[in-house]
């Protein structure tokens, strides 16, 4: 989008005609006996950007100087050691060039160094929807006199103003702000060596605005707000900050697997982390062993179960090490090379390794902890799966009396346990109480992660299942078919759960009288999912 005080247009180019109207329209000036008016767009090279700065210009001029006119103006740019062509053509470097013209002039214009130095920021930030309250919350971390700007609302609004009176940011928006991208390559390229010194402002800033709580909808969309200018800020050149630019790295990462259950992005951000924190910190240190867990998650979600078990282990070696082997991160740990034994079918291994979870936690945490409730939940689905559903039933009752009373019946923990549950409850074969445990967890899921994620789908999925035992294959059709577009869409065709959902969906389509081939079924739907 193009940020321009009254006109909406793109990047290009007026014709000349245009952009005497253009002008016009803006200052309010009519084409003088000179054609200073027609000069002013030939010296921009008509492009657009050029010419929404200069007219935004000499329009605030003439409020306090009557008498400017566009011969002042025009006097102004050809002073300029930047050279441009009037020819309206689309090379980028002559756009560039009629820009940082304009941009000079304009940048001379405003009269407070807390509004020059913001807009040295929002250069580095996405071009759009940038949040002023960002620079209010990571404050501590700005150059004089911005810092003292931003921290009272009124006195950032009103540097907000100043910049969106020059049409160098968009100034009708209320909770965001943005300007063009060109722009802010020529803002980039004017701070010379001065470049990396600002960028290592903007991590410092988005490291303050950055939460690891993702179980709220609040959250999710705060991630969704923010990851872009994140991707910006630590796209290029070296932050004098490097262990923050890593942690907004790992955030990134989190996020992509607990907000958007993108499970590749997210490996491509770890492994961005991984490379800064094993430079600056060192293989042993807290935060690469964080940075190993959080690669093996993703390799696991992904259905990679051999190569998440080499990153679960180079964690734990860290971990066992650094901290100790009864330290939470070693526990945490362990856990999760406990999952990864039960998803690969060994019960008796998956135990093991809980159990020594179980031995830290209630020794460390206490039996009451969150952290020992899901040991708990854990076991007691180690136990379903080996058939003893008395004893699975008896441990997530210890996990959810701790859920509930300590995260609350809308916490995804709780809803993992319900879920549980109803698993245990449909190997038995009662289907009416799989699916009212099915349901509590569906409620929360669709709730807190949203309709579209992974943990959501599996919900789907399963109580598709139950329907389909009870013989209601209309509704476990559309269970399948709502899991498999989430897992087509995040995991991909060939992840082992999107497989095995297709395989749950084709089985019900079977016993359906239908005439038309499951597979052409189905993908006359893929469209619709």
């Excluded at 697997?257 to 490379?275: P, Q, S």
Aim: aromatic letters at 10%; a negative charge; one cysteine or more.
């Amino acid at each position: 989008m193009m940020y321009m005080k009254g006109w909406g247009a793109g990047i290009g180019v007026f014709s000349p005609e245009k952009a005497g109207e253009y002008l016009g329209k803006v200052t309010g000036l009519p084409e003088d006996e000179d054609g200073n008016r027609g000069a002013v767009a030939a010296e921009l090279g008509y492009w657009a950007l050029a010419l929404a700065l200069a007219a935004s210009f000499i329009a605030e001029k003439r409020k306090t100087q009557s008498g400017y006119r566009y011969g002042d103006y025009l006097e102004s740019l050809r002073r300029q050691k930047v050279r441009t062509s009037a020819a309206p053509d689309s090379a980028p470097l002559k756009d560039r060039q009629a820009v940082l013209k304009a941009w000079r002039i304009s940048s001379t214009a405003i009269a407070s160094e807390g509004a020059r130095q913001l807009l040295n920021l929002f250069a580095f930030f996405a071009p759009d929807d940038i949040d002023p309250d960002w620079f209010r919350k990571g404050y501590a971390h700005l150059p004089l006199p911005l810092q003292q700007i931003v921290q009272d609302r009124d006195g950032l609004n009103g540097i907000l103003r100043e910049l969106g009176r020059y049409s160098l940011i968009d100034s009708n928006r209320k909770a965001a702000v943005g300007l063009h991208r060109l722009l802010q390559r020529v803002i980039r390229d004017a701070l010379g060596g001065e470049r990396e010194r600002w960028r290592s402002y903007c991590v410092a800033v988005l490291n303050e605005c950055c939460s690891s709580d993702f179980f709220s909808p609040r959250s999710g969309q705060e991630f969704q707000a923010i990851v872009s200018h994140i991707q910006s800020v630590t796209a290029r050149g070296r932050s004098s900050k490097p262990a923050e630019k890593a942690n907004l790295c790992m955030f990134c990462g989190m996020g992509y697997v607990r907000v958007m259950g993108n499970y590749a992005k997210a490996l491509a951000w770890c492994h961005k982390a991984l490379v800064i924190r094993k430079k600056v910190l060192g293989e042993y240190h807290p935060d690469t062993a964080t940075t190993y867990n959080e690669i093996a998650g993703a390799y696991d979600s992904l259905g990679d179960y051999d190569e998440a078990l080499i990153w679960y282990q180079k964690a734990l070696a860290v971990h066992e090490k650094v901290s100790g082997e009864n330290h939470p991160d070693t526990a945490a740990t362990c856990d999760d090379i406990a999952l990864l034994h039960e998803r690969l079918g060994d019960g008796p291994g998956a135990l093991e390794w809980y159990q020594r979870v179980l031995a830290i936690n209630e020794k460390g945490l206490g039996k009451a902890h969150p952290d020992t409730a899901t040991t708990y939940s854990n076991i007691a689905c180690v136990y379903g799966g080996q058939g003893d559903y008395s004893e699975a039933l008896a441990w997530y009752r210890k996990a959810l009396d701790i859920f509930e009373e300590v995260l609350g019946k809308d916490h995804p923990d709780t809803a993992t346990a319900y879920h549980g549950v109803g698993g245990v409850y449909e190997s038995q074969g009662d289907c009416g109480e799989a699916l009212a445990w099915y349901r509590k967890a569906l409620t929360i899921r669709e709730k807190v992660l949203g309709k579209d994620h992974p943990d959501t789908a599996m919900t789907y999925n399963d109580m598709a299942v139950v329907y389909d035992i009870e013989g209601d294959y209309d509704k476990a059709l559309t269970g399948c078919l709502d899991a498999y577009r989430i897992f087509r869409l995040k995991l991909g065709e060939d992840h082992p759960n999107t497989q095995s959902i297709r395989e749950n969906m084709e089985h019900v389509y079977l016993k359906m009288d239908n005439d038309e081939p499951f597979d052409e079924w189905l993908a006359g739907r893929v469209g619709e999912v």
